[in-house]
């Protein structure tokens, strides 16, 4: 079952094939949940330090009365954050904000800040990446990456550092794959995270992608989760009521070759842009 697979990253550590977002999640709604998510079987929680959550989720971790080292936690150092310093004082920050002693995950939040979209700020991620790496070496974070960054971020900050993120997040859904970017990491060893896996809700009165899922039998967002599963991406869906939680975790089912080709072919241009998160 889906719920209890695993990704190896390649420095050995298991990650869950599904995660829970927790984007614009308003904190108690991210207690609850997050509390929900792992009580039905999830065990990968994905939140950042400006989703303005993290104590919240950290309580529901708690509260939870799951082990803490059955569940991978990821967390953002935020995306205007470009110093060593300043990513060391984030990361200590979400730490306490989550009250953990360690994160499974920890990642650069995007390669620019979100207010400059495409900013070279190669300087600012190479100091970054420095601190994350030595966080790494001290055994504060099981693995670290980078999220919305392209071929040419990753190739900046590995060619001045020698050390490969272990995980690329990006906006992934049906309609909108990032194909070079993800043929690139994944031929890389770099586990590609399929962040709003729904297109942020707005895939979900998408005819063609209804009559597949009729097919299955299934709805659409499972289908969309599925379909980032088959194409070995780790997708991260949110939600804040508990059915739609459960619901978007049952998704043990086989998309046929055919039927992805076809979900490939859809393209929908109004869902192409880049966007705050
Ligand atoms: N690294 C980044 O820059 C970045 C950017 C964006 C997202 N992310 C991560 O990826 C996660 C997911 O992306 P996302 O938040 O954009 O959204 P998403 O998972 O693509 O879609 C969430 C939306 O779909 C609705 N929904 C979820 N399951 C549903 C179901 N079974 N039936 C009907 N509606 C359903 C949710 O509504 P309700 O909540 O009302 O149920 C919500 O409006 C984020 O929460 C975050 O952790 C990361």
């Given at each position: 079952m889906i719920k209890n697979e695993n990704i190896k990253l390649y420095n050995g550590v298991s990650m869950p094939r599904i995660g829970f977002g927790t984007w614009q999640s308003s904190p108690e709604d991210a207690y609850k949940s997050v509390l929900w998510a792992l009580e039905c079987g999830y065990r990968h929680i994905d939140t950042a330090y400006?989703?303005?959550n993290e104590k919240e989720v950290g309580r529901a971790i708690k509260d939870s009365?799951?082990?803490?080292?059955?569940i991978f936690v990821c967390s953002k150092c935020p995306a205007n954050v470009k110093t060593y310093e300043g990513c060391i004082e984030h990361f200590f920050e979400t730490l306490k904000n989550l009250g953990l002693e360690y994160l499974d995950l920890y990642l650069?939040?995007?390669?620019?800040?979100w207010d400059n979209i495409g900013l070279d700020c190669t300087k600012g991620n190479v100091d970054v990446w420095r601190a994350m790496v030595e966080l790494y070496h001290k055994g504060l974070i099981r693995a670290i990456g980078v999220s919305n960054f392209s071929e040419r971020d990753i190739e900046a900050i590995v060619g001045l550092t020698d050390f490969k993120p272990m995980v690329n997040q990006i906006r992934y859904f049906i309609g909108n794959t990032q194909e070079r970017l993800t043929r690139y990491c994944q031929n890389e060893g770099i586990v590609v995270e399929a962040y709003s896996p729904l297109a942020t809700g707005k895939l979900l009165e998408n005819e063609d992608i209804k009559r597949i899922a009729l097919k299955y039998n299934t709805t659409i967002p499972k289908l969309c989760i599925r379909y980032c599963i088959e194409k070995n991406t780790v997708p991260l869906p949110k939600s804040v009521h508990k059915d739609r939680i459960e619901a978007n975790l049952d998704v043990d089912f086989k998309i046929s070759e055919d039927d992805l080709k076809v979900l490939d072919s859809i393209h929908d241009m109004s869902l192409d842009r880049p966007y705050r998160s």
């Open positions: 400006v989703y303005g009365r799951i082990r803490r080292d059955e650069i939040h995007a390669p620019w800040p």
